[in-house]
């Protein structure tokens, strides 16, 4: 009966040290390109702090201005997260993200709130700066 209880603390604790080992950290600087909404392509750099599962950091977009990332969560290999910015004439645009992490690369799926752009915005991938 105690062999079994010691057996059955070490499984638990492997498990629970594997399950640490595979939570994602994406601090750092990573960048990706996107389609703007005239065609062309931009390149986004994206400065993520992560502590635990909140993360926070700046995107850098094309205009040069530093942009907050707001809500921002990483759960195991989950990240998602909102970029707020002024659409001009039409207000204020809520950028979410939502994606998955593997390794040096995220995959993020991008919606946009309000503004000129509400709508779809479409998939952008990103890569760890080295």
């Known amino acids: 009966m105690r062999r079994t209880f010691t057996i059955l603390m070490g499984a638990a604790l492997l498990a629970l040290t594997a399950g640490v080992a595979l939570a994602a950290d994406v601090t750092g600087k990573w960048t990706g390109e996107m389609n703007g909404p005239d065609g062309n392509s931009m390149t986004l750099t994206f400065n993520f702090k992560q502590d635990g599962a909140k993360?926070?950091?700046?995107?850098?977009?094309?205009?040069?201005?530093?942009?907050?990332?707001?809500?921002?969560?990483?759960d195991g290999d989950k990240i998602s997260f909102v970029v707020s910015l002024n659409g001009g004439g039409g207000g204020?645009?809520?950028?979410?993200h939502e994606g998955t992490i593997s390794g040096d690369e995220i995959t993020l799926n991008v919606k946009m709130e309000g503004g000129p752009g509400d709508g779809p915005g479409g998939a952008l991938k990103l890569k760890r700066a080295k």
């Open 92 to 96: 204020e645009m809520k950028i979410l």
């Open 55 to 74: 993360l926070t950091g700046t995107v850098d977009g094309p205009g040069g201005q530093a942009l907050e990332v707001k809500d921002g969560k990483v």
